[in-house]
């Protein structure tokens, strides 16, 4: 028995699935520091929302809009309880009439700017625009009738304009339009103080913009406008044909949204992008006009109209079904962090138990071939300092430039190594030849996150490559004689003179 046990001890199958189960165990601190990898991450996006919620956040543009209130009067007929006509009521409701500009362009740099909690870094910009368009001449005959032989009488029109953050807003924007300079006011009146559009802001027209569309005129207008917003501007293409150009002299953009640009440079100096979108080919139009649903203000029990003020409209908007707006079509653009370190910290992870295989199965090539005998325990020192690399690489890249970090963390990792096998494999030689494999080990992972279009076939290649090399060399071993020869020699009994056979 004891010798079958001394046997098992050295027998070589025994050891390779040791080294198995040891790999096994190894994947614990993996998957820990995965854990804190994936918490720090979460502390960032934290760290975002925070800033969203204190300073201002990702931002939607919708607008300018030209809104068109009136009122819409009618004669109801007035029944009794047999059902006979008795008499006529007048009803009247506010309504509005939503027009959209014929053309819209927008004209904007991108400044980025970046700011801190903690020790997380958050891309912010500030958008210097300018929105320049114009409103088709005003029909009448254009509003639609809700009711039977009504009339309607319009009141004097107003700007609405909403972001989806106001208080990115940098100063009041500066709008003129008809050579008349407009001056915007808190809220869009007549919507429900719940409905999404509320919240933006509005501007009456008056003067000679007024005239003009009294008149039935063609009107343009210009608009400046300065918004921060967190990392992403998206724009609603509401114009009959909406055009436009942003730069910025950020270099990772990222383009989104339902409508990619149509032209963009890319350089290290920054980005150049042109969007063209026709009202043909969105519903952003009707998305804002269902947003802006629920304006009827029904008349009192005596026939007076409503007031023209938002609570009255907030109680009719109540009463009426609401309409969701679904997401809204746009298109974006996002200030990119070029290197995210959580997330390229957890793509290095990923192959964390690759590579502790890799540099076992090398330190069990140095013991097979120098005819070394390494204990499990030092196959489990080499293991976790592996592992290790990852909690440095993590920790390095939080300070540091990420490149910078994994320099660090790779040259304490392979510098502990060398000197470590130099002593376990005896001497200086074999320890920097197996140093010099773990830093090409590194070098390959770091290739492997540099290459993210890549990674697959890069990661497919190392493994066959190591694969290859293994079989390649161990091609003309007797694995049977290895484990003969790491048996204990089983002594034989001496046989005398005497017992021997004649």
Known sequence: MLQLLRALQSSMLVKVAGL????????????????????????QREAARELAATYAGRQTMVGPLLLVPYVERWMEPQRNAQGKVIGQEARSKEMAHVVF?????IEGTMAPQERYRGIFKIPFYTLNATLGGGFAAFDP????????????EFRAPFIAFNVSDLRGLDGSPAMVMGGEALRFRQRVPGLADDAWFADGIHAPVTGAALAAWQAGTPIPFEMKLGLVGQDTLAIAPIAEETTAHLSSPWAHPSFGGRFLAAERSV????????WRVSSLVTSAREQVRAGLQGRAAPTDGNGAEAAASPSRYAEAASAAPR???????????SLAQPINVYSMSTRAGKYGALFIGLVLMAAFMFELFRKLRLHPIQYGLVGLSIALFFLLLLALSEKFAFWLA???AASASVLLLAVYFSAVLEGWRRG????AFVALLYGALYGLLASESNALLLGALLIFGML?????????????ALSRRNEPAVATPAVSAEARPA
């Open 406 to 408: 994994y320099a660090g």
């Open 468 to 480: 290859a090399a293994l079989m390649l060399v161990t091609r003309k071993v007797d694995w049977y």
């Open 432 to 435: 920097l030849s197996f140093g």
């Open 20 to 43: 198995f189960f040891l790999l096994l165990l190894l994947c614990i601190p993996l998957a820990e520091i995965d854990s804190i990898n994936r918490a720090r991450g979460e502390s």
């Open 267 to 274: 350089t290290p100096q920054g980005f150049d992008a042109h």
């Open 141 to 152: 005959k254009a509003v639609p009738h809700s009711e039977s032989d009504s009339k309607i």
């Open 101 to 105: 500009p014929d053309k819209l362009h």
């Open 323 to 333: 309409r969701n707006l679904g997401t809204l079509q746009t298109f974006d653009v």
